[in-house]
């Protein structure tokens, strides 16, 4: 699966500054039905550039899946760059001995042949039953295995689980004309009146249940997640589980009805986790198309305008949210890219975080650096504050025009701080503009603040990482392993979920035929002769060991302390780069020294403010430091060191 990552949007928070095109803007409906072969249909959302995710729906038969397999490929075909499609999972022989190992060779068949999400509906918790009765749920740890790999797949999950609440209401509490109707005509659906099955509650506890079990598994809760009903109910969710975005098919209505500016501000605070989408429809014999272009067209009016509106799905008259530009892109498009992937867009596929970077051949450049956050008043402890490097190193970088920079951490000084990370966007824009892809592993200073609050303005700033705080992707040969190290962060059951992906990641690539070698990137360093910092004892024990089983494991990158160390230890390349810009630290003198730095043991070779750029040839790895004089604000060539593998 390719992979471009497109980091450093934006959060903002401005209004309009003038009228938008609907024709032009770019737009995506998350959750579409293509029942068709048909190509007509299609043919008249690329004019009004729409792109579409249309989705396998139902689990009741094997066949019925693969006829919507058949026309959702046949028009991922016929329109590559405007239809990706979700499979889903058949609960045909469900208490049978080999249903897992059926249901996940059809979906790696179906990964193979172009699906890039999975569908799983609501008859998962409201028809399937265990022979004894009783029903099944999402939860259930016969379905743990699917997600597990789904997880590893990089792809994402699409939820309808339960329906909205008014089904357990009586009709006339009910919130929306519509369902007040349909429940109304079709009283078999209305859970109000069959207190037998199971309660709204319960399907709401076993999707978070679920989400809970599963923290790496991408999750697109679809209809607003079943929360609807307000927002502020969905808000404690999106906080609650970072894997979860969530698509408005057939809910905008409940946005019109809850109180405008509460609406606004939701979607503005959580604008990376929301999802344009209609759940319409088109059939085989669909020969009008008015009805969707309708939608879809007074669904823009809504998002874009203030204008006062009418609804026959909202009981009263409504007001438009006027959503900033930057927003509207991404609930419009973006997003869609980031969580569901599978659009070509330009001259590469845009996908969510995972696997493999667009573009890579044998040979390339890319760029490392560590604690490129501004300093304080340090003189206290000894330290050189340096601040008015960091734009300086930022646009060296960029000019080197590497494939990626990877940043070892500390890219902010205070985690929760709202303008810091305002900073740190500003100062970084080159690298957007240059589409020079940015991958960051958390430092301690991005946890710093209430912590919940840090890592969601991380996540914001970075929504491509799609709320993962460690992950992998490939460039090329090259397997790239991204850590986080805040030990003292991480709850016992992420430091051991953490454990457990290295060590299955690092066991793939090690029998990876396509993978030749592997580099490490995390905050805290296991080794290093710094006078204020100790080797980091949990990493020497919990990191160390594991990227010791894998021979292809050269080179591991660290910052944290703000100078420049390289080590060779048991084969393997650690290399400290913390010279970003923050405040410089000493090292002990060579008598004192802890390890032997392979780069420089006589205090005389130039460490300080600098960047790494390690070049990947055909069969070796050359990494060489360039060094910026903060006085004079000029450059010159600090480590060279190359490891030629071709004997290997």
Request: charged share 25%.
């Amino acid at each position: 699966m390719n992979t471009v990552l497109t980091l450093l949007a934006a959060l903002v928070v401005g209004g309009l500054s003038s009228p938008l095109s609907f024709e032009s803007f770019p737009k995506i409906d998350a959750h579409f039905h293509l029942n068709t072969s048909d190509r007509a249909f299609m043919e008249l959302a690329e004019k009004y550039n729409f792109r579409l995710m249309t989705l396998v729906t139902g689990s009741s038969s094997q066949e019925k899946i693969e006829q919507q397999l058949a026309w959702a490929s046949s028009q991922q075909r016929a329109f590559p760059q405007t239809v990706a499609y979700a499979t889903t999972i058949s609960m045909e022989h469900w208490g049978g001995a080999d249903w897992q190992e059926q249901t996940l060779a059809r979906l790696r068949q179906d990964f193979a042949r172009g699906a890039t999400a999975v569908k799983v509906w609501k008859d998962i918790g409201m028809t399937f039953r265990e022979p004894d009765g009783r029903f099944i749920f999402i939860d259930d740890p016969k379905f743990d295995p699917i997600f597990d790999v789904i997880a590893a797949e990089g792809k994402t999950v699409v939820g309808h689980l339960g329906e909205p609440r008014n089904c357990w209401l009586p009709l006339e509490s009910m919130t929306v004309p519509g369902d007040r109707s349909y429940f109304a005509e079709h009283p078999q659906y209305h859970m109000y009146l069959h207190p037998d099955y199971p309660s709204y509650e319960r399907q709401i506890a076993a999707r978070d249940h679920m989400l809970a079990r599963h923290p790496t598994l991408r999750f697109v809760g679809a209809h607003l997640g079943s929360l609807e009903w307000d927002v502020d109910e969905l808000a404690k969710r999106l906080d609650a589980f970072p894997n979860l975005a969530v698509d408005m098919a057939a809910r905008i209505c409940h946005f019109q009805i809850q109180d405008r500016e509460k609406v606004r501000r939701f979607i503005i605070r959580y604008q990376n986790r929301l999802l344009y989408a209609t759940d319409l429809s088109v059939e085989d014999d669909s020969r009008d198309f008015s009805a969707i272009l309708e939608t879809w067209k007074s669904d823009w009016r809504y998002f874009t305008t203030d204008e006062e509106m009418i609804s026959p799905a909202v009981p009263r008259p409504f007001k438009g949210l006027a959503l900033p530009t930057p927003v509207l892109e991404k609930i419009y498009s973006r997003n869609a890219i980031h969580w569901l992937g599978g659009w070509k867009e330009g001259s590469g596929k845009s996908e969510p975080a995972g696997q493999t970077v667009t573009g890579a051949d044998d040979s390339f450049l890319f760029a490392v650096v560590g604690d490129t956050r501004p300093g304080g008043f340090l003189a206290e402890i000894g330290q050189t504050v340096v601040d008015n490097t960091r734009p300086v190193i930022v646009d060296k970088i960029a000019a080197c025009d590497p494939a990626f920079v990877v940043s070892t951490g500390d890219i902010v000084k205070q985690g929760d701080k709202y303008m810091d990370w305002r900073e740190f966007e500003k100062m970084n824009q080159v690298f957007k503009d240059k589409n020079i892809l940015y991958y960051p592993v958390p430092g301690n200073h991005e946890y710093k603040g209430k912590t919940a609050e840090a890592l969601a303005r991380y996540f914001e700033v970075f929504p491509a990482l799609n709320n993962q705080l460690w992950y992998t992707l490939t460039h090329a040969k090259c397997g790239l392993i991204m850590l986080d190290s805040n030990f003292s962060k991480l709850s016992k059951e992420q430091l051991a979920r953490q454990s457990q992906w290295l060590k299955e990641t690092l066991s793939k690539y090690q029998n990876d035929g396509g993978i030749s070698w592997v580099m490490v990137f995390f905050h805290h360093p296991p080794y290093t002769n710094s006078r204020y910092h100790k080797p980091n004892k949990r990493v020497q024990e919990s990191f160390v060991p594991l990227l010791e089983t894998c021979s292809k494991v050269k080179f591991v990158f660290s910052g944290h302390v703000h100078t420049y160390e390289r080590f060779r230890i048991n084969g393997i390349n650690y290399v400290v780069t913390g010279g970003g810009g923050s405040p410089l630290v000493p090292l002990r003198s060579a008598e004192r020294s802890r390890y032997k730095d392979a780069y420089d043991m006589t205090g005389t070779k130039p460490r300080g403010t600098h960047f790494c750029l390690v070049t990947v040839g055909k069969d070796y790895i050359a990494l060489k430091t360039l060094n910026l004089d903060p006085a004079q604000l000029t450059w010159s060539v600090g480590d060279i060191y190359r490891e030629d593998y071709s004997t290997e």
